[in-house]
């Protein structure tokens, strides 16, 4: 069956099907159309009061013509999205062991917490004196996040992990530009193993990037750094624990001598979930430092958003941390808006987003760290750690370890070279482990190991869980390893959908829906 | 520790199974005087109960919207959202999921990603948008990056009626990248003659419509301008649900388009997690920042989608990427989609009536105060009032009276001479009640 713009959406035609549908559907697996395939435009579910007549005051700037939305009643729409729902794969339907993403259990307490009123229900420009207790909450999580990273001081407002790292980079640049040496510090050292946002971020500021090379046994070594060091650099962005898995060992001697050089440290913190409690980052000498707090913090990762990244910041950098920030003033806090009304020691390179951050985030943040307590999130990151290497333990021997030599710390991270002649690639064997009811780990990343599958488990996954899923790779390793090719190459089999052509979809980009051509015209 | 599963027992075997002795072996990396012996100095783990004795008593100390007439606008807005929303959006399978790099099991999220980029292209008036930015103001400074791609020119103007906020975070962006920015003077009352700023250095014009006064813009004289120059015409909002009722910025020439999604769907939250809509002229569609869905088939030939041209993107290109974002603001994208598909035209559009009825209705019953003057022509639902005083020394009379009355212009453009003027929003929770308190308080204020 074709729909009305010309494209395949019928599953009764299926090759694949054993026993074919009517309806397309299987059981719980509803095959469901798009909205604009049966929303209706003169359709509504909300009941809206009609407002009286009045003068109106829109200068003539009116809509002439229909915008094409269409709507639901309410129980389309409910039935709607419920299907979508049912499409996709959560934490909460199982194990998501998605390396250097930290797909840990999200707490409902969090949920009730970030919609009570006195959160959920407040403007961000509504009088100071009337918000009181949510300038209480972010100073308190600011602390939180001060104690656990051993820093001076934090940046709170970056909307997300990225953004977060941008900030840390600004004050950065604006730390160097204060000490004149805007026009010849330019150069970020990045290691090659790093995520793509580091260099990203970097350059979109006008940085040069240079690559710092990767040792054999997955780490930076400080002699390498000291190479590339010069009156040029301005600074180095690390992740650490890096994205190999492993803490890196000479972290201590990177930082003194990017310090000695007159240059910064950035630690990329995607991966602090392993050290919470552990070790203090401004302890190991670092000048910033982001905190995905739907990472390591718990906040949901929502299908890609929203996220938070608050940063840290050493002495170093702590003056030149963006507005908004809060200052207690007598027995009230206060919201400082404006670079002018910073005082004298402060110097904000500037604002990163309009109000104050992501208030809802911080909220199921600091209810998930009251909850844990500092004995709870030291917990945490050893069961994050003891998982994963517990994953290492039950499945070295069969898939291959890169860098052996160094315990991983919460993700465990194979290469290829095991799938060497069995004609199944590390893609292959991810798409098969959806059929047996996991999401796949993360592939092909980092960039520096052949065919990279890097698992994280977290510290939610119970030791029966983790049990079943070691067998199951085992199964799956055993199976490419005899050649059985086609469980693999066609997986998955039992998914919603069977592979996806992204080529096609680059090729030709179909972004949103247009409404069908008149069948006499389609016809012609 | 309930969001532990593991036993003192499971500890003990996994460690044996690992071959080591105790934990911290496992971190043998960290040099050991760095290693913590003890835990931080915060506070232990706590109960359910007890965590919410916390956060509820700093939750109790702050003024909810609901609670009181309330008339705070200037980028974030007080509408009513359906149940339904908040209840879907907290289905496990899109609450704990991730980006979909994995289409096969993701097909829940790309669809609605789908459908909201569709959304937000018939509602700009444009013909492509992405999966969202973090929110309006950094969807505006990626904007201006983006226009700078395109035209290979490193210089923006901005309106002074672009929201002062959204005007830092582009002009501290741009500044960071070594590009230029032209700010125009603040512009109460939508005088300003920007067309006269543009030269041949110009990549982008900004300009925001309703602007942060309130005031409705009229594009198509400053279209017109830009493409007679080779610059680009990025058109602004914040209130969404004003392109429910006024003439599309897409209808009007603009460029690229770029807004606060807020209204439709999302909650006030102090200012975030809020949704940035982005769209644009198909033929900047591989200079556009942010995540794109498109649609394809699978092995089987059936429909299906998956996230595309992510050759622009930081994970491939690294740092030659258009942009360094790795997130959009996917459940905020959602309560949008939910909210757009249960409003629909038909409710979007009633829903958009109401909201200029009651300001209208407002500003008729504020005109009639004396000494009080409302100086925004054309509106939406919000303008800007001149007082007969310091607004923000008003508005806190007011809130002591029960009545959070809206944002005096001072807070946004502090030091620029415009302490007497106030910037009200009246959406359609506020009732008649409403308005008459505000009249009332404010009667007694000045």
Redesign the interface.
């Known amino acids: 069956m074709l ?1 009305n713009q010309g ?5 009764g ?4 099907s054993a026993h074919p549908t009517f309806t397309g559907n299987r059981a719980l697996m509803v095959e ?1 159309a ?3 395939e049966i ?8 009941d ?25 009643s ?1 129980p389309e ?2 039935r ?3 299907r ?10 199982g194990l ?1 062991p ?1 390396g250097s ?1 930290t ?1 840990k ?3 409902r ?1 969090n ?17 100071q ?6 300038l ?2 972010i100073e ?1 999580l600011a602390r ?1 996040l001060m ?2 990273t051993g820093t001076e001081a934090v940046a709170m407002s970056p ?5 977060g ?2 900030a840390g980079m ?1 004050a950065i ?1 604006a730390a160097i530009e204060a000490k004149g040496e805007g026009a010849t510090r330019r150069v970020v050292l990045v290691p090659e193993s790093a ?3 580091n ?8 940085f040069e ?1 240079k690559p710092v090379p990767a040792r054999a046994d997955g780490t930076v070594h400080v002699r390498d750094v000291k190479k590339l060091l010069g009156p040029d650099v301005a600074a180095i962005m690390l992740t650490n624990p890096n994205t190999c898995g ?4 000479q972290v ?1 001697e990177i930082a003194r001598a990017m310090k000695k050089a007159g240059a910064y440290f950035y630690c990329d913190g995607a991966n602090f979930n392993a ?1 919470v ?4 980052p401004g ?2 000498g670092i000048d910033a430092m982001h905190i995905n707090l739907h990472k390591t913090f ?1 906040t ?9 990244g608050p940063v840290v910041l050493s002495k170093r950098l702590a003056a030149f941390a ?1 507005v908004p920030f809060i200052r207690r003033k007598g027995k009230k806090l206060e919201l400082v ?2 670079a ?2 910073a005082g004298a020691k402060q110097k904000p ?13 911080y ?1 199921r943040a ?2 998930y ?12 990151s ?2 994050a ?3 994963a ?2 994953i ?3 499945l070295q021997d069969l898939m291959s370890l890169p860098f052996p030599k ?4 919460h993700e465990a991270l194979f290469d290829d070279a095991w799938l060497k002649d069995t004609g199944v690639t590390t893609l292959d064997f ?2 098969a482990m ?1 059929d047996e009811g996991y ?2 780990m993360t592939m092909y ?1 980092p960039l520096v190991v052949h065919g990279a599958m890097l698992i994280e488990p977290t ?5 029966a ?1 983790l049990d079943l899923f070691i067998m199951a790779l085992r199964d799956l390793a055993m199976r490419a390893k005899r050649g059985e090719t086609e469980r693999f190459s ?1 997986a ?1 089999y039992h ?8 080529t ?3 090729r030709n ?5 247009v409404p069908p051509q008149p069948i006499q015209q389609a016809a012609e | 520790m309930r969001y532990l599963p593991l036993s003192a027992e499971d500890r003990g075997a996994m460690l044996a199974k690992i071959g080591v002795k105790s934990v911290d072996d496992l971190f043998s990396d960290i040099p050991a005087d760095k290693l913590l012996k003890e835990p931080v100095a915060l506070s232990h783990h706590a109960s359910e109960l007890s965590v919410e004795r916390t956060l509820g008593a700093m939750a109790a100390k702050n003024i909810p919207a609901s609670s009181v007439p309330f008339f705070v606008g200037a980028g974030a807005y007080k509408h009513h959202v359906p149940a339904s929303v908040d209840h879907l959006i907290q289905r496990s399978e899109f609450l704990t999921s991730y980006t979909p790099y994995q289409p096969e099991i993701a097909q829940g999220t790309l669809q609605y990603l789908f459908e909201f980029q569709t959304q937000v292209a018939l509602l700009t008036g444009m013909e492509v948008a992405n999966a969202s930015m973090y929110d309006g103001s950094t969807g505006t400074g990626e904007a201006v990056l983006m226009a700078h791609r395109v035209t290979k020119r490193r210089k923006a103007v901005l309106s002074g009626g672009l929201h002062p906020q959204y005007a830092d975070v582009v002009r501290t962006l741009s500044e960071m990248a070594g590009d230029t920015v032209v700010s125009a003077k603040p512009d109460v009352t939508a005088t300003e003659d920007l067309a006269k700023l543009i030269d041949a250095e110009t990549s982008c014009i900004v300009v925001q419509s309703p602007d942060v006064f309130g005031n409705i813009r009229d594009l198509r004289p400053l279209a017109a301008a830009a493409q007679a120059k080779g610059a680009l015409l990025i058109a602004v909002f914040t209130e969404a649900m004003s392109l429910g009722l006024i003439e599309s910025p897409g209808a009007q020439g603009a460029d690229i388009v770029v807004g606060e999604g807020q209204s439709i769907g999302n909650g006030l939250n102090f200012g975030g997690p809020y949704v940035g809509l982005f769209a644009a002229k198909q033929k900047y569609v591989r200079q556009m920042p942010g995540r794109l869905c498109g649609e394809t088939v699978d092995a089987e030939g059936k429909r299906g989608f998956v996230l595309t041209l992510s050759t622009r993107e930081q994970h491939i290109r690294r740092d030659k990427a258009t942009s360094n974002i790795c997130t959009n603001s996917g459940l905020c994208c959602l309560a949008f989609t939910i909210h757009m598909t249960l409003l629909g035209e038909k409710g979007l559009r009633a829903t958009a009536e109401l909201n200029h009825a009651n300001a209208v209705e407002l500003a008729e019953m504020l005109e009639a105060v004396k000494g009080v003057k409302v100086l925004t022509s054309a509106f939406f639902n919000e303008f800007t009032l001149k007082l007969p005083g310091n607004a923000a020394e008003i508005i806190e009379k007011m809130a002591k009276k029960g009545v959070l009355a809206g944002v005096p212009v001072s807070r946004l453009l502090p030091g620029a001479g415009l302490d007497d003027l106030l910037i009200v929003a009246n959406t359609e929770i506020n009732t008649d009640q409403d308005r008459a308190a505000f009249v009332a308080a404010l009667k007694g204020a000045l």
């Not at chain 1, 979508?84 to 339907?93: A, E, F, M, P, R």
Request: glycine share 12%; hydrophobic share 35%.
């Open positions: 729909n494209r395949p959406t019928s599953a035609e299926a090759t694949g469901e798009l909205l604009f929303g209706r435009a003169d359709t509504t579910g909300v809206v009061v009609k407002a009286k007549p009045v003068k109106s005051r829109l200068g003539g700037q009116e809509r002439k013509k229909p915008i094409g939305l269409v709507g639901l309410e729409a409910v709607h999205f419920v979508l729902s049912q499409k996709n794969y959560g934490i909460d339907t998501f998605l993403c797909m259990h999200n707490p307490l949920e009730k917490m970030a919609r009570l009123p006195g959160f959920g229900d407040i403007h961000p420009l509504q009088p004196s009337t918000v009181q207790g949510a209480e909450l308190e939180y104690v656990l909307k997300a992990g990225a953004h790292e941008l600004m640049k995520h793509g946002t260099p990203a971020t970097a350059a979109l500021i006008g990037v492993i803490f890196e060992p201590v050290i409690g552990k070790a203090k302890d190991l718990s949901p990762h929502g299908g890609g958003g929203p996220g938070a963006p808006e404006h002018a009304d390179f500037g604002r990163v987003t309009a109000f104050h951050g992501q208030m809802g985030m909220v600091l209810s760290m009251l909850s844990h307590g500092a004995d709870g999130m030291k917990q945490a050893e069961d750690v003891l998982n290497n517990y290492r333990a039950g160094h315990p991983s710390m991810a798409k959806i999401h796949p990343f510290e939610s996954e119970s030791r869980s066609g998955p998914a919603p959908r069977r592979r996806l052509d992204e096609r979809a680059a980009p179909i972004l949103r829906w």
